[in-house]
């Protein structure tokens, strides 16, 4: 059985490496094709690029020496705690080097004759670019040293890699500008394709993942599959759930309470935040100014992209999201509960006893009672109000891929400005008694 086991996992290892191997060439006829492009090269490109329009050596060349520098750069910081296997970037940089030179000279005829036919070619190359970093990605094997550079450096200062990642980037873009008026007197390698490279490669790498996911399953073919816990909230017994949403001032918190406290049910809402800080080292300072709200949904999504190069790291508010809706669904596995926010109704979607909740109210009731009864200071104006429901509609967006004010989302909506608190609660415990009968 043993041999059985060291022969699949041999060949599949000979099946990643392979892969991997096809996935470097890619990425070089990637940059390879940004280059004939002719209006600006991805970041991870620009300084080798620059050099070699003013040293006696190839692209291809320059790269595998600026990567070496990064390796060098890793072993540096990580010192003691570098992995030593991670030394396997070497001879995968070298490899990715002479592929760029390889597929420079194959394409050395190809000149684009306008400018409709460079900013083609250009985002031909960022497809081709991006595809070759997704099956890097997914085989698993290594990163190229300058995700490997992000990786040490987040884990030894404990930083968040999106930020790491997007600093080095705008570090070579930098180091490209300055070193081609420095060695060219003008500026070269770095125009608006640069750009274009920058905003779409992880977004092509997240549409590789969505619409090619068969990729990663034969690639992982024959490998062991990973010990998956049993899941306690895949069974709720008998157990019910009532999930709050709610705007902002419209007094969800308080209406949940009374709810809880009248069906002597357990209450969760901040003590969220408690047990999530507890999951995931976060403080829970940290916690509550991230979670359930999204300040730009598109701006969040062009920096999520940048999680596409590696497989082991998620945006904070994702593993915000992830982690919490973990504690959710084990909490309600557990005992009958009142949820508030979290996007629970999506969450416990498949939970049979879950009855869902949305509390609104109109403008003037919540500012009054955001500035008198939560003493918010300074006060709390309309356009704080706007900001603030514009948060928590991009969170739900993007998260749950639904509208947060959209009342089929829900069993009842009601205005809380028309009841107040306490008898809005009365008729939501009514509606409740008479659905759990």
Known sequence: MTIKKDKIFNANFAKRLIIFTIGLFIMALGVSLSIKADIGVSPISCVPYVYSLGLPLTVGELTILLNIFFIMLQIAVARKNYNIFQLVQLPA???????????????????????????LLCIIACFTLAFGIFLLVK???????IEGLVIVLVQTFKLEFGKVKISIDSTMVIVGVLS????????????????????????????????????????????????????????????????????FGSGGHEIGKLIAKELGIAFYDKELIRLTA?????????????????????LY?????????????????????????????????????????????????????????????????RIDKINNQY???????????????????????????????DATNYHLTIDSSLYGSKLSATRVIEFIKNRIK
């Open 180 to 247: 081609s008026f420095v060695l060219l007197n003008s500026l070269q390698g770095i125009r608006e394709g640069s750009i274009i490279a920058a905003l779409t490669v992880g977004v092509l790498i997240k549409f590789y993942n969505t619409k090619l996911p068969f990729v990663e399953k034969w690639i992982s073919k024959g490998m062991p599959a990973p010990q998956v816990a049993k899941e306690e909230f895949s069974k709720y017994n008998n157990s019910f759930v009532i999930t709050i949403s709610r705007e």
């Open 301 to 365: 999504d062009l920096y999520e992209q940048n999680y596409s190069y590696v497989n082991d790291e998620l945006p904070p508010k994702d593993v915000l999201f992830l982690i919490q809706s973990k504690i959710i669904r084990d909490i309600c596995a557990k005992e009958s509960c009142v949820i508030v926010g979290r996007c629970a109704n999506f969450i416990l979607k498949d939970h049979p006893n879950a009855i869902n909740i949305f509390i609104h109210a109109n403008n003037e009731y």
């Open 93 to 119: 940089v070298i490899v990715f080097g002479y592929c760029i030179d390889i597929t420079m000279y194959f394409i050395a005829n190809l000149i684009p004759t306008n400018y409709i036919e460079q900013l």
């Open 278 to 298: 507890e999951q995931t080292g976060y403080n829970m300072e940290y916690i509550q100014e991230n979670e359930q709200k999204l300040t730009n949904s598109l």
């Open 375 to 405: 003493k918010r200071v300074p006060p709390f104006t309309e356009a704080d109000l706007e900001k603030s429901d514009e948060q928590r509609a991009n969170y739900s967006i993007h998260f749950t891929k639904k509208q947060w004010r």
């Open 139 to 145: 085989t698993r094997l290594t990163y190229l040293p």
